[in-house]
């Protein structure tokens, strides 16, 4: 059995960043990654032309540093998602273009839905980032979903489709499925409702030239053969002299743990002894999202020519949102786009054919009939990725923060816990994991032995 000071689980962002956090405090670190490969939930991929786009997470906006800060670091260049000219909205079989802060919705709907939007940030910001289940009002908060409290407050159908899209459209669930107080943690988190769905000056203001997951294969260089692939956990004994760490091929001893995968895969680890109730309840209980991301290429841009950005919102299909996400040299046209919540649980059920074809058709009513050869479809189910599980990221529904959020990121023993999911700020995003990692770390160095 060999030895380290600490173990990381998981080599994606977070684990990375607070293994490379322990080496450079002097500390041995081990990682240990399930995967063939490093960067988690970020995931490259080459078109038939041979032009990267990313199958995972790829955007980065201004005010998420962490993350800049790697980027600036590795000498990893980015250019700014395509946002000149109108967006679209399709609703009731009519695809309406807009340039201003309207939607493309009817004006009765667009001041129901502003109002909302106004309602729900007064709401975020009377929320804790650090503790959301000491907040005011949070119990009230916690047992409301997001639907519920939706339809007590309008019964504008129009303004209801919007939100239908927009909930899905962040957390990859419908906003029947989650919390309102997770819902206001999660805007706030990231700077409200507006920076979450804008591209310029919003999280899809940024993309990194070759993919993001280039970050991520930065960091495992700099840790060497600490990073260990191809090696998934199955137990952690855990006690007053140390930690001891199962996985495929061998066990490791160490002083401490970092566990940084998504809750509800540490749920399924072995821990000897049991973790307290309050953990394990938490990992039972905060599934990953629903999403099938697909790229559609195209021998150029077309939608640009016809003044369009590229970006949608679809209140009819089951392909919600889009966005251009063609080279920077525009050397082809590409549409990133994606199955969401229920749409992408209906659309895992269909033939890979069937769901190109009904991207395809989406992509049609959007943009015109351009739309119709595509020239390659890649697509991506996460629901799918065993050491995954889905994506955004992990939801909390109702009554879980006041019952069970307490335990997402407090140690238990020598066990800790990062991920984007226990980050308060930029919570679920690329950002959000980079800071839990140095968290985590942070955490073990201060408790380590001499």
């Not at 919003?202 to 970050?215: F, M, N, P, S, Y």
């Not at 307290?276 to 629903?290: E, F, K, N, W, Y």
């Not at 786009?337 to 649980?345: I, K, L, N, P, Y």
């Not at 390659?376 to 959020?405: F, H, I, K, P, S």
Request: proline share 5%.
């Amino acid at each position: 059995m060999t030895s380290s000071d600490i173990v990381v689980i998981g080599a994606g962002l977070a684990g990375l960043t607070a293994a490379r956090a322990i080496r450079a405090a002097g500390r041995s670190v081990t990682v240990l990654e399930a995967r063939d490969r490093v960067a988690g939930r970020n995931l490259g991929h080459h078109l038939v032309n041979g032009v990267p786009v990313e199958m995972g997470g790829q955007w980065i906006g201004p005010t998420q540093t962490e993350v800049l800060k790697l980027i600036t670091e590795f000498g990893l260049e980015t250019f700014p998602t395509y946002d000149a000219g109108s967006a679209v909205t399709l609703y009731d079989g009519t695809p309406t273009t807009y340039s201003d802060e309207t939607f493309g919705l009817s004006e009765e709907a667009a001041v129901e839905v502003g109002r909302l939007q106004g309602e729900l940030e007064a709401l975020a910001g009377t929320v804790s980032l650090s503790s959301p289940w000491l907040s005011p009002q949070a119990a009230e908060l916690d047992r409301k979903t997001v639907d519920e409290w939706l339809r007590t407050k309008t019964d504008n159908a129009e303004a209801l489709a919007f939100w239908a899209a927009v909930v899905p459209a962040l957390f990859s669930a419908e906003p029947a499925e989650m919390s309102l107080l997770h819902f206001l943690f999660y805007i706030r988190s990231g700077g409200m409702i507006g920076s979450l769905v804008a591209t310029t000056g919003g999280a899809q203001e940024l993309r990194v030239v070759g993919g993001t997951h280039q970050i991520s294969e930065r960091l495992a260089e700099t840790l060497g053969d600490a990073v260990r692939l191809s090696s998934p956990v199955r137990k952690i004994s855990h006690g007053g002299d140390g930690v001891r760490v199962h996985f495929d091929g061998g066990e490791i001893s160490a002083q401490r743990v970092i566990v940084a995968i998504p809750p509800t895969l540490a749920g399924r680890l072995t821990y000897e002894p049991a973790l307290p109730a309050a953990r394990d309840g938490l990992t039972q209980q905060i599934p990953m999202g629903s999403v099938i991301k697909v790229q559609v290429a195209y021998p150029t841009p077309f939608w640009r020519e016809a003044g369009l950005s590229g970006f949608s919102f679809n209140l009819d299909d089951a392909l919600s949102v889009t966005l251009d996400n063609s080279p920077p040299d525009a050397s082809c046209g590409v549409v990133v786009g994606f199955f969401e919540g229920a749409h992408a649980r209906y659309a895992a059920r269909m033939s890979p054919e069937e769901r190109r074809a009904s991207a395809v058709a989406a992509l049609v009513k959007l943009f015109g009939p351009d739309a119709r050869q595509p020239i390659d479809y890649a697509e991506q189910n996460w629901m799918e990725e065993e050491y995954t599980r889905g994506c955004y990221g992990g939801r909390l529904g109702a009554g879980v923060w006041t019952q069970y959020g307490a335990a997402l990121a407090e140690p238990v023993g020598r066990i800790h816990w990062a991920g984007a999911e226990t980050s308060d700020v930029w919570n679920g995003y690329m950002d959000g994991a980079v800071r839990s990692g140095h968290r985590a770390a942070a955490e073990v160095l201060a408790h380590l032995e001499a």
